[in-house]
């Protein structure tokens, strides 16, 4: 009979859990410090599309047009791979836009109102998209090292973007995220036509989105689906509240702004108040 040892110190405590940890991540299930995710909360149907208003709305459709392009090119039919890019991209956006919030709060000493962990949510589920397609796709050294590429590159242009316009930075992601929803839809589409085999959901997938033990691929695209879904609902509400704001500051701008008529007006106003008091 094996006996059983006890850890002899905190410091063993902490190593026997890492390495369970790191255990646990290396056979494909759930790491303990992720919460599992329920279902999705979309406030449009799947095909909505926000409706382009502004210059920099359509600017955002040609570039994200551009990059669906390149996909369309690079990955042709294999939705497995083009997720992986996908999602590596996908999971930047939502941590910049907390750590410009966090330090936005800290210097304004002021509540975020939720911002930034609603932020932070996102760029984890993103990233636990990446992290299940990673155990499908299973992508090669060249495409890691156009992932890393593409990573650094977009980072410098989302930072620079979410810095100098927020509106604008929430509708691209919007936009990306509905091509995401439709990227994921054909995935389907070839999941149900048998061009792509329907293997068995990845543990990692089935802890997350707590799927039955018998579920398949086709399961966890529906749920990478919603939550892409619902990002792009959570992005474009972020940008329609942002240009609220924005012309609540301009309307507001304007009003304070006198014509000289005024501003004598005003002064003889104020005269007649002093002679009559």
């Known amino acids: 009979m094996t006996e059983k040892h006890e850890p002899q110190s905190g410091k063993d405590e902490k190593d026997i859990a890492a390495n369970q940890n790191r255990n646990t991540v290396k056979s494909g299930a759930l790491p303990p410090s992720i919460a599992p995710k329920g279902g999705a909360k979309m406030q449009n149907p799947l095909d909505w599309k926000y409706k382009k208003k502004r210059l920099s709305d359509y600017f955002t459709a040609v570039a994200i047009g551009g990059l669906r392009l390149f996909a369309d090119t690079f990955f042709r039919e294999r939705h497995g791979h083009r997720a992986v890019v996908l999602e590596t991209v996908a999971a930047v956006p939502g941590m910049v836009g907390s750590m410009h919030n966090h330090l936005l709060s800290l210097r304004r000493m002021k509540h975020d109102n939720g ?24 992508p090669s050294l060249l495409e890691r090292m156009m992932i890393s590429a593409t990573q650094i590159a977009f980072l ?56 039955p033990d018998d ?49 004598s007006a005003r002064k003889t106003l104020r005269r007649a108040q002093k002679m009559a008091g």
């Not at 911002?115 to 299973?138: G, I, P, Q, S």
């Not at 509708?171 to 990306?176: D, T, Y």
């Not at 691929?217 to 689906?225: A, G, H, K």
């Open 215 to 263: 579920a398949k691929l086709r399961d966890v695209v529906l749920m990478v689906r919603d939550d892409e879904a619902e990002h792009r609902d959570v992005n474009h509400a972020c940008a329609d509240k942002l240009e609220l704001v924005i012309a609540n500051r301009r309307a507001e701008k304007k009003r304070m702004q006198q014509t000289p008529l005024e501003k």
């Open 115 to 138: 911002l930034v962990r609603m932020l932070m949510d996102e760029a984890e589920n993103e990233r636990m998209h990446l992290l299940t397609f990673v155990e499908v796709a299973k």
């Open 156 to 211: 410098g242009f989302f930072t620079l973007a979410y810095t100098f316009n927020k509106r604008a930075a929430h509708r691209f992601i919007g936009m990306l995220e509905e091509e995401a929803v439709e990227s994921y839809t054909h995935y389907l589409d070839a999941i149900d036509s048998g061009k792509i085999e329907n293997i068995d959901a990845p543990q990692i997938a089935k802890d997350y989105w707590k799927l």
